[in-house]
């Protein structure tokens, strides 16, 4: 988690109006803070001119803290005797990284998250959409005139600022209190989707309108179905209705409501997921990684993940000494005195066969010889996080099969802290954790990892109680509670560091706690979180780090995951067993960073492509939405068994970009037995045809190609691949 402290005012420079809305795309900046910023005569024709819809980072400020952007705007009349509520200015800011306090004309109308001071601890709000609500009797309007719109932001690290949408004003009417809910996700038979959604009236008063649903050919964009509904509401009233469609790329479903007496539109776009994923065979499959990694003397978990239709019966031969099996679940625990290298011959059957695997145990000094699968509480759970949440999500982990395709470790991130110490240094849980050590006892029980997080800092990033001074002490109190993960995040080490951005200054943190992990007799893998700084991917193996964060926090938007997942390319030589680049957690499924869960604003096509690039990317793949609500379009996407074995490949290797052409990209990835994957990604907004001669990839003639999504062999592979890439879409393949 990151980080982030900005202070912003902003001016537009640029406005559109369009359906009684002032979109503002540009905005008057400056970094710094001043209390006379806020007031509306202050002259800012100075300032620096920036977009609205990106970072500043993104448009080459390089900075961190306290900023202000400013705008002017001429609100017209004409919007409010418009209205028939005539009652509410809504200002909507769209997503700020990262705390925000408003000003309309001088007067605050609102702030979102908590900016640090003396006495204040600060609480993270990057993830937060922004929308205040003024009612005119409160606020001083200058109708077809000037007003300032004035926001503060802080960002203390990594990105910052406004970004993914363009802010507006307007007068609220009826129609903007009528919610089209379409959060539920897709349920799949067949060739059939279908799902549930709800028309919300929020007025108090009743409503009438109609409800258009209609499907549309994205390729085409001709309408294939429509259906319309009279829509009567009471007042605070709510209807649900039952919408179909085909499970098949490329189909985007809209609902449009018109409320009678305004003439008010709602409207809502909801692209199809659809289901590449092949349902798992009902023989056995073994799945996972083929190699784990153990020092000597600690405690060896893994839970040999396996397909198939159960009861399933598991065996293993060759153990080395001191490890054992239990054949009804196929957890394997035990320690291993001495080094070596242990393959082991792995057997699940059931009553319509078997599989056999080899899988080499490694016993030395290094850990994560692949990257870590599992889950982390931060996207969905935030500061909300508790061990009943854990749980609820690790049963479902469990009772979802994700398990059975080799997701195991369990990661509670920040909010699990007490607020002080215990008389002798020793830190504790608050009251959402009663017993951690029965936590960590109830996860080892059922094959899962148990992962925790801190900081090197005083404080972490959520203000609870880091590690620095009592890193020995924390670091035996993990062991105590059978810890095998520790997400360690920079947060308030900026306090110590200061000005210092030496590498040395870097790196002492992180060295202090590992010589702590590495006093403990039990293997405990080493995330670092510091979001690139420094380069870390150049000094994280010095830290004996297993993985280190290479970015600020990503979100759940298309220009997050683009800025992120398409620049890992140039680091990817850092990459092997043991020592990843890490470019954050999985923003798939329902996420929210605070509990309110929603739907991930990606849409299918933009998850295909998250979930190849992450696996083409070698990067650990932790899931951050609640386990317990996925929907079946996002289990297949973490159930590809192909898809994950590229992630998980023995050799250890990540993607390189190999060819960029109009608008796409092909990234390679070599693998263990010789052959490489290839992912092929759309960066534009529309359908995109291309043409690749494999020679320009430079991997060497092409005998044979597989698409790993549909895990079906690609017939008639030539000198040449012809695919039709979806906006934002993806084809993944192994070639040989």
């Keep these: 988690m990151q980080k982030i402290f900005a202070l912003i005012c902003f001016m537009t420079v640029l406005t559109v109006r369009a359906q009684n809305k002032i979109f503002v795309s540009q905005a008057r900046f400056q970094t710094g803070d001043n209390s006379a910023w806020l007031k509306p005569d202050f002259d800012d024709s100075g300032w620096k001119t920036i977009n609205t819809d990106r970072h500043w980072e993104k448009q080459a400020i390089d900075y961190n803290g306290y ?20 009652d509410t200015l809504v200002v909507y800011l769209g997503y700020i990284d990262d705390c925000d306090e408003s000003f309309l004309n001088g007067r605050p109308i609102g702030k979102t998250g908590t900016i640090p001071s003396e006495n204040i601890t600060y ?15 409160r606020m001083q309007i200058n109708w077809d005139g000037d007003n300032v719109l004035a926001v503060r932001v802080y960002d203390g690290g990594g990105d910052g600022g406004f970004n993914s949408t363009k802010p507006y004003i307007k007068i609220q009417d009826i129609a903007d209190k009528i919610v089209v809910d379409k959060s539920k996700g897709f349920r799949f038979s067949g060739s059939v989707a279908s799902k549930a959604i709800s028309v919300l009236n929020r007025n108090k008063m009743a409503v009438a309108g109609t409800l258009k649903v209609i499907t549309r050919d994205d ?34 479903m809209s609902y449009v409501f018109t409320e009678n007496r305004s003439g008010g539109k709602v409207e809502a776009d909801d692209p199809m997921p659809y289901i590449l994923t092949p349902k798992a065979s009902p023989k056995p499959r073994i799945n996972g990684a083929m190699i784990a990694g153990v020092r000597p003397g600690s405690p060896f978990l893994y839970k040999i993940a396996a397909t198939g239709k159960k009861p399933l019966q598991y065996s293993v031969a060759s153990l080395p000494e001191g490890l054992r099996i239990d054949k009804t679940n196929g957890i394997i625990s035990g320690s291993i005195a001495k080094t070596g290298e242990y393959p082991v011959r792995i057997t699940v059957a059931n009553s319509l066969g078997k599989d056999e695997r080899v899988m080499t145990i490694k016993a030395g000094d290094l850990l994560a010889l692949t990257p870590a699968m599992g ?3 931060w996207n969905c759970w935030g500061l909300s996080v508790s061990s009943d949440k854990v749980k609820s999500s690790a049963q479902a982990l469990i009772d979802k099969g994700l398990i059975d395709h080799g997701w195991s470790y369990m990661n509670i991130d920040d909010g699990w802290e007490s607020e002080k110490r215990n008389a002798d240094g020793t830190i504790s849980t608050n009251e959402k954790f009663p017993d951690m050590k029965e936590l960590g006892d109830w996860l080892h029980s ?3 990892k148990f992962g925790i997080y801190s ?4 404080l972490t990033c959520g203000g609870y109680l880091g590690s620095l001074g009592y890193e020995l002490q924390d670091a035996q109190t993990y062991n105590q509670w059978g810890v095998d993960y520790l997400k360690y995040d920079w947060c308030s080490y900026g306090e110590v560091a200061g000005s210092d951005t030496s590498r040395a200054t870097y790196m002492k943190p992180y060295i202090v706690m590992q010589k702590a992990l590495r006093d403990q007799p039990r293997d405990i893998y080493y995330s670092l979180c510091q979001y690139g700084m420094g380069d870390v991917w150049k000094w994280g193996p010095e830290t004996d780090a297993n993985s280190w964060r290479t970015t600020g926090d990503i979100t759940d938007t298309w220009e997050s995951l683009y800025d992120i997942g398409f620049r890992q390319y140039r680091i990817s030589d850092y990459a092997k067993p043991g020592r990843w680049n890490d470019p954050d957690m999985l923003i798939v499924g329902k996420v929210g960073w605070s509990g309110n869960l929603r739907q991930t604003r990606l849409t299918p096509n933009e998850q295909y492509t998250h979930i190849t690039l992450w696996s083409l990317l070698a990067s650990p793949l932790l899931i951050g939405c609640d386990i317990s609500q996925l929907d079946d379009f996002t289990l297949s996407l973490l159930t590809n068994d192909e898809v994950i074995a590229v992630n998980q490949d023995v050799l250890g290797k990540q ?10 990209q092909v990234y390679a990835k070599e693998l263990e037995d010789g052959s490489k994957a290839i992912g092929v990604f759309n960066l534009s907004n529309d359908y995109k045809a291309v043409n690749i001669k494999w020679d320009d990839l430079k991997i060497g003639r092409v005998k044979s190609a597989r698409d790993l999504w549909r895990q079906k062999d690609m017939a008639g592979v030539g000198a040449t691949f012809t695919y039709t890439l979806a906006p934002h879409g993806t084809v993944m393949m192994k070639v040989k």
């Design 655 to 664: 993607a390189k970009l190999v060819f960029t052409g109009d608008e796409y």
């Design 375 to 377: 889950w982390n509480s």
């Design 67 to 86: 900023a202000w952007y400013r705008f002017h705007v001429n609100i017209p009349s004409s919007f409010r005797d418009k209205s028939v509520l005539k």
């Design 219 to 252: 390729r085409t964009r001709k309408i294939i179905s429509g259906k319309e509904y009279a829509v009567s509401l009471p007042a605070g009233g709510s209807k649900i209705y039952q919408v179909t469609g085909n499970n098949r790329e490329g189909l985007t």
């Design 123 to 137: 609480q993270s709000a990057y993830s937060t959409e922004r929308t205040y609500r003024i009612p005119l009797n």
């Design 455 to 458: 900081s090197p800092g005083r």
């Design 446 to 448: 059922h094959g899962l």
